[in-house]
């Protein structure tokens, strides 16, 4: 039933700007720490920046400085606001949920489709 899905993708130049989101939704009982990692073809995936129920972040180097995560708890919602973008930004990026479903124990990490970024000029 808990499902996450990403918005907000798409082309940007180098330098732009995107705000990533995902909502999860379903049968939720609670939601711990949410996050977006990104992967390229034929590269692991790999973690962009976590957020915690309580706000603390944590970036990859390769995005402190140019990447603010955020969520509202109230929408089950975590944003990804992209500043600054660069080509090698360019991925498929995937949000990530550690997620209690209603009736279950333990937390479960969730996964959304994945939304495509692309900075080219």
């Known amino acids: 039933q808990v499902q996450l899905v990403e918005g907000g993708g798409g082309l940007v130049q180098p330098g732009g700007s995107l705000r990533l989101s995902c909502t999860a939704s379903g049968s939720i009982s609670s939601i711990n720490t949410m996050g977006w990692y990104r992967q390229a073809p034929g590269k692991q995936r790999e973690l962009v920046a976590t957020?915690?129920?309580?706000?603390?972040?944590d970036y990859a180097d390769s995005v402190k400085g140019r990447f603010t995560i955020s969520r509202d708890n109230a929408k089950n919602t975590v944003y990804l606001q992209m500043n600054s973008l660069k080509p090698e930004d360019t991925n498929v990026y995937y949000c990530?949920?550690?997620?209690?479903?209603?009736?279950?124990?333990?937390?479960?990490?969730?996964w959304g489709r994945g939304t495509q970024v692309t900075v080219s000029s």
């Open positions: 957020i915690t129920t309580g706000g603390s972040t």
């Open positions: 990530n949920g550690l997620i209690r479903g209603t009736g279950y124990s333990a937390y479960h990490a969730y």
